[in-house]
């Protein structure tokens, strides 16, 4: 037998990747006690809890708004599956929580989707699930956003379009035909 015949089967970790965006972040650093230059490893057991209180949280945003503990992220196995899970705790008593288009009140929670957005006060948080195999632990990758996650749907002009096409605008680069758009298209 060869080495790579005896050697273990490699484990593949569950990974929660976390986009962060808040519009002030540049000024108030609320983001400066989070690690975003590597993964994180974090017990299978340990619930992930984010919120201002360093003594509870093992995630901190540093910002008054935010309650001493936001919400909380627990990895969980489905039953009679090998599929890992993650359950989202709403955690504040003050502010509420969306994750996609459900809103979670204080203890509310809720199966965290694969790919989501997670949403308090003026905070954006972009959550993807990568799957894994191990039973130990999973990890935790933050990331630090430039731009809103989530963006206002921008509609067409209201400006009236006459029926030949052509814009009575004086710019030039509006002298081109109208385009047309899906009501589900976004800009």
Known sequence: MTSLEE?????????????????????KMMFRCLNFRKR????????????????VCRYNLMDTRVSRIQFSLQLYRKLNSTEYCFEIKNMSKKTKLTVGQTELG?????DLPWKCTICFGDYQVLAEIQEGESNDYFETHLHLADAPILQERCLPS???????GISSSSSPSQDKNPIELDENESC
Not at 7 to 27: I, R, S
Not at 40 to 55: T, W
Request: proline share 6%; aromatic share 8%; net charge negative.
């Open 7 to 27: 050697a273990e089967t490699e484990e593949t970790v569950t990974c929660l990747h976390m986009t962060f965006y808040h519009p002030c972040q540049e000024d």
């Open 40 to 55: 994180e490893q974090v017990r299978a057991d340990e619930v992930a809890k984010f919120g201002r209180d360093s003594n």
């Open 106 to 110: 204080y203890l509310n929670k809720i």
């Open 158 to 164: 209201l400006q009236p379009i006459p029926e030949n």
